[in-house]
């Protein structure tokens, strides 16, 4: 319990010395509290650090000021010739482990609170893609669990100038992740490509997105809002481009919002049967291409030759769309070019494919229904 | 002295060859020392030039000047050139030139292996810049190259980058293979190992490390090359591998590769701060002790990189007290080169205004060395810029500032002629005010959560990443200012007395100025100036 008085007695110095007294906004230059128990106790411990730190800095580079100022030549200072002191060897080797000690007993305990493992109210499985997220909402029943991609929604016109960034630049996504407050919350973390990093700070959750396996991490949050936060390994080209975006609501309203997407996912399994028309897969095509494919084949499908190809007047693309599919569907090992098949619904790939062979002049023709991509993927 | 110039005349006389062939077959500590750094003034400003780069495109978010492939090259490139074509060649040559002349020793031990080691570094750095020019771009994976980002994703020019590395690898071995066995063998009569400067300590001590730890480096770097060409899966989840292996085996070479590049710095800073104090360096045993300590616990403490991959609790508060045990052993270091101010002389001429700087600004980095290794609130500081601001206070103001330091206070020795001191006071102020500039607010940006590596960056890390990319002009723009000041103090200046400083003490004060080609050719029988 003293303990516990002591760290507060710290955190109250070091808001008194670097919130109140400065002149600036403090909080967009320190940590953030966060809006969970973690949190809080991480940002506990990071002022106390800071605070030591920043006294240990003070004292010695005190001493050494007061010495250049009072031991210069200039002065007169006569050169003594002390040279060494065992007990001052022995002090200053205390001194800094009983400060470490004093440090390592708040970590110690916070970090084995993050290490806690209980049982969840919500499973989410959290992979990570070049460049987007994926989230997974576990069930009992697989027919139940809610699938959905989620990349950033700024567009290109404000990243390179041409148009006003808006509030929010390269933090705001087109699928947040919606998680109901007041539940502990799992997220199973993965990769399917390259090691990301999964991180929102305002949780205090970090950890790394790694292919082949799975990691686990929790959070309770208390307040509704929307907290944001980004991929924090480097994962190759637009690393610095996939945001997270998690949206922490009341229990009722994440109950609707959870069968709303069931919903949805029900009626997109159901029009992959229907015959869709020309321009119905080309709408939905551009739309697919846009969100999934344009990042590395480029919006006039031109790509960055060679690591991503273009797709204009490719063989590929104007050659027999089995071979085209087979591409989108399973990609191409040893290269950025993923898997689509396990990303995307039949309809999505049935109009990105169809979408790939009628634009930018590679007007095929050709058209490909979402039943015979369903089929495909069925039949694997 | 008279004496050492009597037996050079009697030394067949034989100086320098004439003209470029001199330094391709030169087998000369001092000539070798010379082109070792050379060769890293050159790096440090291609290096510099790619920093540059990516400041003036994170100086306004949005993507202005490059595109964000170009960009991961640039911040790749930038790590890979600074530390293993700046720093750890700056090191070497400043052994080279100085650890004979310190021991009292003709030259290195191995002279002819000392000719190769310079000579493969030039090749290997132009196969690692040639990649920016290849299909595809060069690495573009960050300097710590990460699997399967750097294998089963990387550009073709991967394989060229593992081959630079094995290059780098075998000239470092080689070269610390020689200044262990010159220090262990070609010490004067009479100097014991506790008799020897510092900076002689530090690099016995840099290069048993650089021994152990190159090795794993090109085991590292092999497994890689088998991924990509010979179907293995050292890496690759898909084929039964392990990504996380990777970072071990990393690390287990990367947290001694950066006390490779600052326990030299230690021994520079422990010889100019007792000149420039008039006053005998204190607690030198607990110097040597404090030294070897962060040596060994180097080897112990590599999962704190990683504390983000998801090691198991036991494993992850092993590596938090490992690693803050550290900081014992350097704050030994720090409170002794205090203690040897106290009291002291003090004049402030740009060595020693280098060397207090580092005091000071390593101590910055190393504090928050102290923050990074809780691991709760590292998991919050982890791949952000408050990890760029903590490296880059450590290896700038650290490491670079000692080279600097070690450059103006042995320069007189080098060439007989002092530099501008009014100039060196000027690129000093320069760069201390450019270097934290550009580096203190990082931790700001940091701290508030933007991560590492990234292109462009959200609105409200934008001002002080505007005033980080203004220090990093003046920082850049500085160093010309210091190749000027090197170059003019090479063509000529005020002729340099043999002890060049006033409290200078160490056999390399008691030969002429410059030092002749050939020094020590008969042991000095004077030992008692052997360390200060």
């Known amino acids: 319990m003293d303990k516990v008085k002591r760290n507060s007695w710290l955190v109250a110095l070091g808001s008194l010395l670097f919130s109140n007294l400065a002149l600036a906004d403090w909080s967009g230059l320190n940590m953030r509290e966060g809006v969970t128990q973690i949190s809080r106790e991480v940002y506990e411990l990071h002022m106390i650090v800071l605070i030591v730190c920043t006294v240990i800095g003070a004292i010695v580079f005190g001493i050494m000021i007061y010495s250049m100022l009072m031991h210069r030549k200039s002065v007169g200072a006569v050169p003594s010739t002390f040279h060494e002191s065992t007990n001052l060897e022995i002090l200053w080797t205390i001194m800094p482990i009983i400060i470490l000690i004093v440090l390592a007993v708040p970590s110690t305990r916070t970090l084995r609170s993050m290490y806690e493992s209980g049982d969840a109210d919500i499973d989410i499985v959290v992979r990570g893609f070049q460049w987007k997220w994926q989230y997974t909402y576990l069930d009992d029943d697989p027919l139940q669990e809610v699938q959905f991609m989620s990349a950033m929604l700024t567009p290109e016109d404000e990243i390179y100038n041409r148009t006003d960034k808006r509030e929010n630049y390269l933090l705001d996504v087109d699928n947040p992740l919606v998680i109901p407050i007041n539940k502990r919350i799992r997220f199973l973390i993965t990769s399917n490509d390259v090691i990301h990093a999964w991180w929102v700070p305002d949780f205090a959750v970090k950890k790394d997105a790694i292919p082949g396996f799975v990691h686990e991490s929790w959070t309770v949050v208390d307040e509704p809002g929307i907290y944001r936060g980004q991929c924090a390994e480097l994962c190759g080209k637009d690393h610095g481009f996939m945001p997270i975006v998690v949206r922490a609501v009341e229990e009722p309203e994440y109950e609707l919002w959870l069968a709303k997407q069931r919903q949805e996912a029900r009626e997109a399994y159901e029009t992959v049967g229907k015959t869709w028309t020309m321009d119905e897969l080309m709408e939905r095509g551009e739309q697919v291409y846009n969100q999934t494919c344009m990042a590395c084949h480029q919006v006039n499908g031109q790509g960055i030759p060679p690591a991503f190809p273009s797709l204009v007047g490719s063989p590929l693309i104007t050659g027999p769309i089995g071979e085209h599919t087979d591409m989108v569907v399973n990609g191409k090992a040893g290269t950025a070019m993923q898997a689509f098949g396990a990303q995307l619904n039949p309809a999505q790939i049935a109009a990105v494919i169809t979408y790939e062979r009628n634009a930018w002049g590679n007007n095929s023709g050709d058209m490909i229904q979402p039943s015979t991509i369903n089929d495909m993927l069925s039949g694997q | 002295m008279n004496a050492v110039i009597e037996e050079h005349h009697d030394d067949h006389g034989h100086g320098p060859d ?251 800073v422990s010889a100019i701060i007792p000149t420039f104090a008039r006053k005998r360096l204190f607690g030198y045993d607990s ?64 060595p020693m205004l280098f060397a207090i700087a580092f005091v000071i600004l390593f101590t910055i980095g190393g504090l928050s060395g102290v923050m990074l290794a809780l691991t709760p609130a590292d998991f919050q500081y982890h791949d952000t810029y408050f990890v760029v601001a903590h490296f880059h206070y450590v290896l700038v103001p650290g490491s670079i500032f000692s080279i600097m330091a070690a450059v103006y206070y042995w320069i007189p020795k080098w060439t007989g002629n002092m530099y501008n001191e009014s100039l060196g006071k000027t690129h000093f102020w320069l760069s201390f005010i450019g270097v934290n500039v550009l580096f203190f607010p990082q931790h700001f940006v940091g701290l508030a959560g933007m991560p590492r590596r990234i292109p462009d960056y959200a609105l409200q890390f934008a001002d002080y990443n505007m005033v980080s990319s203004i220090g990093a002009f003046l920082f850049g723009f500085s160093q010309l200012l210091f190749l000027f000041i090197v170059i003019q103090t090479i063509r000529g200046g005020k002729k340099a007395t043999d002890q060049v400083w006033e409290g200078a003490h160490g056999l390399e004060w008691t030969i002429p100025s410059p030092a002749p080609y050939h020094t020590f050719t008969t042991p000095p029988k004077d030992l008692a100036e052997a360390h200060g």
């Open chain 2, 18 to 268: 004439k003209g470029f062939m001199r330094w391709v077959l030169t087998t000369n500590h001092k000539d070798i020392g010379t082109l070792y750094l050379w060769l890293s003034f050159i790096m440090f400003l291609t290096g510099g030039c790619m920093a540059l780069i990516i400041r003036a495109e994170l100086f306004q978010p949005g993507l202005q000047l490059v595109e964000p492939e170009f960009f991961n090259q640039m911040t790749t490139m930038h790590g890979l050139i600074m530390v293993f074509g700046a720093v750890m060649p700056a090191f070497v040559g400043l052994a080279n030139w100085l650890v004979p002349m310190m021991i009292g020793a003709p030259d290195m031990a191995l002279p002819r292996l000392n000719n190769y080691s310079f000579w493969i570094l030039p090749f290997a750095f132009s196969m690692l810049v040639s990649t920016l020019f290849m299909d595809g771009g060069a690495p573009n994976f960050g300097w710590t190259f990460y699997a399967p980002l750097s294998t089963d994703y990387a550009p073709p020019s991967v394989t060229f980058f593992i081959f630079a590395i094995h290059l780098m690898g075998i000239s470092s071995i080689m070269g610390s293979i020689n200044i262990i066995v010159t220090i262990l063998n070609l010490r004067a009569p009479g100097m014991k190992m506790m008799d020897m400067p510092l900076f002689v300590w530090t690099w016995l001590i840099t290069a048993y490390l650089l021994i152990a730890v190159m090795p794993i480096l090109a085991g590292l770097v092999t497994m890689m090359l088998m991924d990509i060409h010979f179907g293995t899966a050292f890496f690759n989840a898909g084929g039964g591998g392990d990504p996380v292996l990777f970072q071990h085996v990393f690390w287990f070479f990367g947290h001694p590769e950066v006390y490779i590049m600052i326990l030299p710095a230690f021994g520079v």
């Open chain 2, 287 to 350: 110097m040597v002790y404090a030294t070897a300590s962060i040596a060994f616990l180097s080897f112990i403490v590599w999962a704190h990189h990683m504390f983000t991959v998801g090691i198991p609790i036991a494993g992850e508060l092993y590596f938090m007290y490992a690693t803050m045990l550290i900081a014992v052993p350097t704050g030994v270091k720090v409170f002794n080169w205090v203690a040897t101010m106290w009291r002291g002389s003090m004049t402030f001429e740009t």
